[in-house]
């Protein structure tokens, strides 16, 4: 596993109080973790923190799983 | 159209001096002060640096880790004691129409440990908001009712009520009056507070209302000691389940007591200094004691708002007088926050359970720190100095006042069927 998506499955553990082997890369924030809308806008706030950078609306509303936000993270995080 | 009766049938408590029922009462009989060094932020610089804290109080004991994230202090301990008076009262959604089971839930202040963690978040950015989409909902004073309906399934009328210090008394009278005009079979009603915080220390520090008695923590809160000088801050939270008496009886509910009457007024004079003559305080009194249909002779315990400020303790004492007359010097008086510290939001409930303990028990908990007389006040009257006394309670009376003039009285009686 990438050092991004190591940081990134520790955040979505951390704010969803979710066990480590639900937070697969197929795993829905939604549907499998239990995240309601508030959840999934602290989690992208929370991604924005860690890799310092900044995800505009149209691009957050399209991460929806841990793996899209593995793979968003790995092409944009500035660290 | 006949009022009905409300009857006390569950509680719930959180406090400095004890954490559920039991022990706070345990405390309140042996005069246990709640003082402490405050360990929850660093009060070093800070002219007050002592509270009435809860002790061993773990909210992972009792939330999942996700919700004590997401839910500030104050409606933690309003979750947690609320989880008490319903396992208490033996209801469940299951064997109450929770249509008619409601929630009035106080609060003084609200989140104000959350305002003052991402304000302070902010204000150290450089000027991008980035703020907690919990931050509104983790804050905002009504949330601890919505929290405990949303645990319980209870979907009668929820709201918050606010009147400072005031607060948790207005809340068990709307939840009172809600009750007896038949608009609920159960109403979930008190209040929390938890503003032990560097906004919360420092803006009362500000105003000169805390003590600053920082060589000894423990004798700080002495209502109608000559040298008391403000009062101690404290936290934590009570609820009371309310509950119409033809419905308690059909469930064969344990009842505690029965609340008699309730009066609100206001001072119309200062934003927080009391009125000199106690004339809003007075006039409260003789309001709910109409409302019980009682007399100053029918009350045997008066449970004072008594902050230990020096005109705040003057002003309730002189309206105590004018309400009670020659009655003044047989009721037992005391101030419980010579114990508890001041709970501000909850203290009118965690009060209000004193009173009803009281009546249970006919034992009256005392005022400590006693060290030195008032020559303001009349040395007939009986404050309960030092030692818990016992009396036959047949009714108990509890002040509270809050800031922006407002008082609120609640009497509780024997249930007698």
């Excluded at chain 2, 509270?400 to 509780?412: D, L, P, Q, Y």
């Amino acid at each position: 596993m990438s050092d991004i998506a190591t940081r990134v499955k520790k955040i979505i553990v951390d704010k969803l109080g979710v066990e480590e082997a639900e937070v697969t890369n197929e795993a829905s924030f939604t549907n499998d973790l239990g995240a309601d809308s508030l959840d999934t806008v602290e989690l992208i706030m929370e991604f924005e923190k860690e890799f310092n950078i900044s995800i505009p609306d149209e691009q957050a509303e399209t991460i929806t799983t841990v793996g899209q936000a593995v793979a968003y993270l790995e092409e944009h995080a500035k660290v | 159209m006949q009022l009905k009766r409300v009857v006390v049938t569950g509680i719930g408590a959180l406090t400095p001096i004890g954490n559920n029922l039991q022990e706070y009462w345990n405390a309140l009989i042996n005069g246990v002060s709640g003082a402490d060094f405050i360990t929850q932020f660093d009060a070093s610089k800070f002219k007050t640096r002592f509270a009435c804290e809860l002790k061993n109080f773990d909210p992972l004991n009792y939330l999942d880790r996700k919700e004590v994230k997401r839910i500030d202090r104050f409606t933690q301990t309003a979750i947690i004691s609320s989880d008490q008076a319903v396992i208490d009262a033996g209801i469940n959604k299951d064997n109450v129409n929770v249509d008619r089971v409601g929630v009035v839930f106080a609060s003084g202040i609200g989140g104000l440990i959350t305002f003052q963690e991402e304000v302070v978040n902010f204000a150290k950015g450089d000027g991008t908001p980035r703020f907690n989409p919990f931050f509104i909902p983790k804050m905002i004073l009504d949330i601890a009712a919505g929290h405990i309906s949303m645990r319980h399934g209870f979907r009668g009328p929820n709201f918050a009520v606010v009147s400072a210090c005031a607060s948790s008394t207005n809340a068990i009278m709307d939840a009172f009056n809600l009750i007896r005009l038949g608009k609920a079979d159960i109403i979930l009603t008190g209040g929390a507070e938890s503003v032990i915080s560097e906004a919360g220390v420092g803006g009362f520090n500000a105003m000169k209302a805390l003590s600053e008695r920082n060589d000894d923590p423990k004798t700080a809160s002495r209502p109608y000691d000559k040298e008391r000088d403000g009062f101690v801050m404290g936290e934590g939270s009570g609820v009371l389940v309310v509950e119409e008496l033809e419905h308690a009886l059909r469930r064969g509910a344990k009842i505690y007591c029965e609340i008699a009457g309730c009066g609100a007024t206001a001072d119309a004079h200062h934003i927080t200094a009391p009125h000199p003559e106690g004339l809003g305080a007075k006039n409260v009194m003789n309001v709910a004691l109409e409302d019980a249909g009682m007399k100053p002779g029918d009350i045997d315990y008066i449970n004072t708002h008594g902050t230990s400020t020096p005109l705040g303790d003057i002003a309730e004492v002189k309206a105590i007088m004018d309400v009670f007359g020659e009655q003044a010097f047989k009721v037992n008086i005391s101030s419980t926050k010579s114990m508890t510290g001041h709970c501000l939001g909850a203290a009118g409930v965690v009060e209000a359970i004193a009173c009803i303990q009281s009546v249970v028990h006919d034992i009256v908990p005392p005022t400590i720190n006693h060290f030195t007389d008032d020559p303001e006040l009349d040395s007939r009257l009986n404050f309960t100095f030092d030692k818990a006394q016992q009396r036959t309670v047949r009714a108990a009376l509890s002040n509270t006042f809050g800031f922006g003039g407002h008082n609120a009285c609640v009497i509780v009686k024997k249930y007698e069927a």
